[in-house]
């Protein structure tokens, strides 16, 4: 078993690492940062909580997840790799494209694994779409949404005026990655990325168009949508694939579900279009948040493949970059 210190306890650490990390095959969470100590043994009794420095320090720990604000993920990551121990960073990886570039290096210069929790490539839209994907021919068009009705700011980091918050770092990081991993590096961005409700001190909508040749990829998110429409959609040459509604991990995990039991991911069927104007329902699989860590697992215990290598979400960083500089001069950018 790999010994886990998960570095955090607010939402990302409380209801989604924690719970996955527990119940992954060949992890064992044995530690947690926290500065609210009570509140994690609330939820798990007898839990060890310690500093951040002491964790490090623990010769036992072999692998530190970290889910703080997205500020400290470069250089908690520096430290936790200075200390010889393998690395887990919640999504967004970092900050900037150069934070990206040294943690990268870094990794490799300690022969460390460093992977990063974009864990939207388990989606049960994603995970369709895979399956079907050759059904639809050629894409020609592909709308990616992460659409919610939130029209209260709340105070949190994530929608204060901060480095990192907002919802193109936090929100766009999952479908860009989504984006990239299923159809390569675009030629271009153009991006619309903006606070839209009244009290918004960072952005809180984006509309972000990916140039492939012929083929545009649209992502999009709102606060502000009341009704929303399809989270996936995609326009090939041959069908249509139209699937509604977010992928229902988070909210199992929410509603303190275990990962992996009966009926873990299920979600409803996506429909399927043919050039003939047919159209069947497709069984949706299952979501499955679980296999990245069991995948991380693997990765430091047996040197398999690391499910999101450092590399892919440094990709990732570059068209967050793209795109806040082409919302801001209002053009498209090459990348």
């Known amino acids: 078993m790999i010994n886990t210190a998960l570095i955090g306890f607010g ?18 969470l044995t530690t947690i940062v926290s500065s609210r100590p009570d509140d994690v ?27 703080t604000p997205n500020d ?26 150069s934070e990206g570039e040294a943690l990268v290096d870094h990794a490799r210069r300690a022969d460390r694994v460093l992977s990063v929790f974009h864990c939207r490539r388990w989606d049960s839209n994603f995970l369709t779409f895979s399956r079907i994907r050759d059904r639809l021919g050629d894409p020609y068009q592909v709308v990616l949404r992460y659409d919610r009705w939130r029209p209260e700011v709340r105070d949190r980091w ?19 990655d989504q984006a ?14 903006a606070p839209q409700r009244p009290d918004a001190q960072t952005d809180d909508f984006f509309h972000t168009t990916l140039f492939y040749g012929p083929l545009r990829v649209i992502l999009h998110s709102s606060m502000l949508t009341l009704a929303v429409g399809p989270a996936f959609e995609v326009q090939g040459s041959n069908g249509a694939f139209v699937k509604y509604g977010m992928d ?21 069927d996506g429909h399927l279009t043919d050039i003939s104007g047919n159209t069947e329902s497709i069984a ?14 693997r990765a430091i215990a047996d040197g398999a493949h690391n499910p999101v290598p450092a590399g892919d979400a440094l990709k990732v960083m570059q068209v967050i970059e793209a795109g806040f500089r082409s919302a801001r001069e209002g053009r498209r950018v090459a990348l």
């Open 158 to 176: 994530r929608e204060r005026d901060g480095p990192g918050s907002g919802i193109w770092f936090d929100l766009g990081s999952h479908l860009i």
């Open 41 to 67: 043994h609330a939820d798990l009794p007898g839990m060890r909580v310690t500093t951040f420095d002491e964790a490090l320090a623990d010769p036992n720990i072999q692998l530190v997840v970290i889910a």
């Open 180 to 193: 990239l991993s299923q159809f390569g590096w675009p030629e271009a961005i153009s991006a619309d990325i």
């Open 72 to 97: 400290l993920h470069a250089p908690q990551a520096h430290a936790a790799l200075n200390a010889g121990k393998h690395v887990v960073i919640d999504k967004p990886f970092c900050l900037t494209v």
């Open 284 to 297: 949706s699989v299952p979501g499955n948040y679980l296999a990245y860590y069991e995948a991380i697992a």
């Open 248 to 268: 229902p991990q988070e909210d199992m995990l929410k509603a303190g579900r275990t990962p992996g039991d009966d009926g873990w991911g299920g979600d409803r």
């Open 11 to 28: 939402y990302a650490g409380k209801t989604i690492h924690s719970p996955l990390i527990r119940a992954a095959q060949g992890l064992d």
